[in-house]
């Protein structure tokens, strides 16, 4: 048997469909453009991300320099918390890279008497390591090691880096904030009409001596639920705007699952508490 | 029963009451007259503490305005039924319906909710259109949904703001009739109204008339007794 709070909830629907349609395609367009956002965001993460996975210190080797002490170098590289990985490059192998990449010097190769590229270590940081500071301190514990010459990064290009991060991190902060409170209100809109036209049953209830509880309930119900219908039609409506843009941005990412699930529970909160703000107005009428 | 110590209700307007006592017994049918604005129905609102005196205190069923919350309006209001002159029934429901939401959001058991509501509509003389929806009823057959939806709560005291004033001259005699069956069952009545004809027809009930706020008029000083022959 049903609970009153559900039958009701569910007779309101039944009811007024076409208004408990309208509030729910309110809410599923506010939470569609934060949807598009959401993926605009995500995807300004994944490609700042993939940048600064290719942020490495290079540290060019001496030339005599032998087996031992190279593995010595590697060994003290990759023993710091800082460094995820260390490769080697011999000179051969710096060669043969550069061949590949260059189509020119594939001509020049069989004609040079002595190769004139520097065996090298990549030495690759943690996650995160696209910081100057973290970078130069790696940079000058390789510059240190007796058998490296020289040793680049191009600071000048981590900097930059390091400045667009924390300027797309404040603006997502605060374009963030800016769409979550506008949707909040057309939400908590949407959910006020609805509550409106049912305000005489919300009347009655306290006309007869029903307990403020008992009468919140099936509201907040609805709107929750409301909530849940929009979240999802607007879950649906970013996918499709996403498989759209796929054609033409192979790379675009859709956005990871949780915000999903995080964007359809903002969804259902809004909708309860815009309920019980609307409610708890009419409540106070009688 | 219901008891008005010096109320006085002022709104930004002016005072709609000042300083009325009174004093109304179990079982008593009582007529609230006078003009428009006099005051009628914020003494019906003040009894079913939908207002709050500015000044004075109202004590209702064991109830005081002073001392009941807001979270406790809720035993009051099962203890006071109120029906208002324009039915203010749930459209979009039959007759049953809106009988049953006032069981149901008052708690009853979900079985006996239609049983019960099915006895309140023959109370009042609608058991053969229980289903209908509301809005192919008369006004009369509406007046008697909302009176048996007011008697859900089997209050002690009915309040009745200008009961007749939106039906003709046969379905006024029949809601009266009806409630005054109801009071001849022990139900305090209070009605407002300013249809002075009503009150000469039934001539046995206590009278009380408010002028401008102030209560002019009490019959109880001439006779208390109620007889209920009209």
Redesign the interface.
Known sequence: MQSPTLREALAALRRAPLLTGLSAGMVALALFVAGLFGTVTHNLQVALQSVEDRVAVVAYLDDGAGPAPIDRAVADLEARDDVREVRYVSQDRALEIARAELPELAELGAGLAENPFPASLEIVLQDGGADPDAIAVVAQAAAAIPIVEDVQYGQEWVDRLHALRRLTGVAVMVIGAAFAVVGALIIGTAIRIAIFARRDEIYIMRLVGAKDAFIRRPFLLEGAFTGVVGGAAATGLTWLTYQTLHRFLEDLSWIPSTWVVGGIAAGGFFGMLASAVAVRRHLREV | MIRFIRVTKEYASGAAIEDVSLDIGKGEFVFLTGHSGSGKTTTLKLIHL?ERPTDGEVRVAGFSSIRTTP?D??????KVG?VFQDF?L???RTAMENVG??L????SP?KAITPKAQRLLSQVGLASKSERPVEQLSGGERQRVAIA??L??EPLVLLADEPTGNLDERATRGVMDLIWEINALGMAVVMATHDLELVRRYASARVMELDQGRLVYDSSGVDRAVTHTT
């Open positions: 939908s979270r309006l809720w035993k009051l209001r099962r109120l203010r749930l459209p979009g939401f006032a149901e959001v008052t708690g979900p939806r007011a859900a709560t």
